[in-house]
Structure formats: C-alpha cells, structure tokens
C-alpha cells in the first residue's frame, strides 16, 4: 500500500469518528476516540511495510495484528487491559498461527506477572504451564453460542482479576481470536459498564479487532450478546435468571426453502437441549407457502435447533438457531427472520431462501 493510499485509510476512519459517536458509552468517548487512533496507527504501520510474515497475514484474513518491538502476532488490545487474540499454536501450525513460544515472550515482556489467559476452545486445549499458570478454560464449540449462565462466570472472573491493579490484562482466544473471543469481550464491555448497548459494543470491538468492521457477525452469538444486555438491564446475575421450562408445538418454516429441482426440500429438525437430542422429522407442507413440524418437545434454558435438508446420498444443515427459554416473551412464540438465522443469513442473492423467510417456533410455559 502506498503512502497516498494509507493517507486515505486515515482520513476514512478520521471521518468515521467524527461523524459516528457512540451513543451507548458512558462518559468515555474521548477515550474510546483515543484507543480507535492508536488502533488506525498500528494498521497504518502495517501497510507500510512492516508486517514480516505473509502466510500468517493471509491466515488473519481481516483481523487487526500486533506488529511492534519485534511481534508479529495475531493479537488486538480492544482496551488497555482486554485483547483478543488468535490461538498459540506449537509444531507446524505456528507457522500459520501464533506461535506459542512468541506468545509467551509477548506477555513476559510486556506483562510480566501481570496478565491471564482465557481459553474459549472447547476442541483444543494446550498444557497452563506455557502461561505459569495463569489460564482459564470456558469451553463452548466453533460458530456456536456459549452456554449464557458461563458468560456471567467468564466476566466476573475477568472482573476481579483487571480491578485487582491497573497493570494486569486478560487475553481473551478462540481459534481464530474472532467470533467467540468477541461474544465474551463484548459481553464483559456491558458487564464492565463501559457500554450500555449491544450494538455500541459490537461495533466498536469490530473497530478494534478488524480492518473490515466485522467482529462478531454469527446471528445466534449476537442473539446471547443481547440476551446478556437484557439480563443486566433486570441487574441480574447468573444465579437471578428464571429457568423456564417450556414445551414447544410447533416448528413453522415460512416460504420453503429450494434445495432440489423440485424447487422444495425435505427437511428434518434437531433439537438440542443440555444432554438431550430430539429428532423430529414429520412434516406438512401447507398451500406451497410454509411447512410444519409437530412436536411434543420440552426443553429449558440454552437451545439449539438444527435444520437439515435430506438427500439420497447425504444430508445438509439448511440453518440452525440457538436460544435460551428465559428470554421469550409472553405470546410463546419465538419469530426468527432469516437475517439473524445462522447459515440462512450468507444466502445474500436468495437462491435457497426468500427474502420473507422466517422460522416461527409456537411454545408455552411449563409449570415447575
């Protein structure tokens, strides 16, 4: 990138600032200003040259890096004491990846006795003795929402830890350092106080962690960011949340999706629930509009339905959707456009799902 195309980078963002205060602070905008500069200079830094492995830029797609004092890392400070960053991998994956060993000198030197890490992968897991100790696990799976009651563990932890002394930070990773690592970073921004709306604190952990503005992007891991908003606007806390108990009647998919040269599909729903996997495949298809499962289901607190479509040979997730039962409103029905479906909300041109397409799930209260 040349020095005119890096002035123009600069001059963008200073337009943005400008021209897009963030509403949901709390008396911290001049600071919020200040980190996103020193963030656009870091990445004005970047294109200048200064970035030294290729591979590991390529890897990082549109993620923000750390290069400075000799790093090259897949690593963002979204505060002065939060950072989100990409996995330390050892082996030939460090090749790619961050390497565990840079990693390490990274928070030797410039956080010495100072920092803690916090391990959201639950398909991999490295030996704490690379940290001295200092790691935390709160496992959830890849393109998934975490379970909402370790959300509330997760901040409290980072909570004590940060107001403990000034100097300490908390890194925060997934695999990628992305979409999870982001759920929980803006979940603490809310808990913290530093935000008091879901969307002010996606769009600025966007800011701070990607060079595109996209952070967390997946439907059902925003849905737990903003359920998490809600839950502390009631000033509860993990134990204040209502375990309701609910049964669901019916699976209503409106306008049907096109999967095959009929211009249909045959789809089958799973519904997960804590241990417990529901399979239901019995279905109408009503006036060649919308299509309804039948069901008896009865399930409580964090749940995922999973949509199918079954061929001859093989079967394929059409979308998916995570909920939690506490959050529903009085009506019983749960209304899911296709925009905040996941999977569903990448099909930009429509060929498999309409414009109008929505899941509507009909459900009522259970008595304890």
């Not at 009651?149 to 992305?178: P, R, T, W, Y």
């Not at 604190?201 to 952070?215: D, E, Q, S």
């Not at 997946?218 to 609910?246: M, V």
Request: with cysteine; aromatic share 12%.
């Amino acid at each position: 990138m040349d020095q005119e195309s890096v002035f123009d980078l600069s001059s963008t963002l200073d337009f943005q600032l400008e021209t897009l205060p963030f509403y949901g602070v709390r008396g911290r905008s001049e600071e919020l200003s200040e980190l996103i500069k020193q963030n656009l200079q870091n990445n004005v830094n970047n294109n200048k040259g200064l970035f030294t492995n290729p591979i590991k830029q390529l890897v990082s797609k549109q993620k923000n890096r750390f290069v400075q004092g000799g790093f090259d890392l897949d690593l963002s400070y979204i505060t002065e004491q939060i950072i989100a960053m990409g996995y330390p991998a050892n082996d030939y994956e460090a090749i790619y990846r961050n390497s565990m060993e840079d990693v390490q000198k990274f928070f030797n030197r410039r956080h010495k006795d100072h920092y803690r890490i916090i391990n959201l992968c639950s398909e991999r897991k490295y030996n704490h003795a690379y940290f001295d100790g200092n790691v935390s696990e709160y496992p959830f799976e890849d393109h998934q929402a975490p379970q909402f009651s370790m959300i509330f563990e997760l901040c409290n932890e980072i909570h004590n830890f940060i107001c403990q002394d000034k100097q300490n930070v908390v890194a925060i990773h997934c695999k990628a350092g992305k979409g999870r690592t982001g759920v929980m970073i803006c979940c603490y921004m809310l808990f913290s106080g530093m935000f008091n709306n879901s969307y002010e604190a996606m769009r600025f952990y966007g800011i701070m962690r990607t060079k595109n503005k996209k952070g967390v992007t997946i439907p059902s891991q925003i849905r737990y960011i903003l359920y998490f908003e809600k839950a502390l606007s009631f000033g509860f806390e993990a134990q204040d949340i209502p375990q309701n108990k609910i049964q669901i009647s019916q699976i209503r998919l409106i306008t049907i999706p096109i999967m095959n040269c009929q211009n249909s599909c045959n789809p089958y729903i799973l519904i997960q629930n804590n241990q417990s996997k529901i399979l239901v495949s019995k279905f109408q298809i009503v006036k060649d509009s919308f299509i309804i499962f039948m069901t008896d289901a009865v399930v409580e607190g964090d749940t995922r339905i999973i949509c199918y479509n079954k061929s001859l040979l093989s079967k394929q997730i059409m979308f998916q959707f995570w909920f939690h039962t506490s959050f529903l409103d009085d009506t019983g029905l749960l209304i899911i456009d296709k925009y905040m479906l996941d999977k569903a909300v990448k099909d930009k041109n429509h060929k498999v799902f309409s414009p109008n397409f929505r899941v509507e799930v009909q459900t009522f209260t259970l008595l304890n």
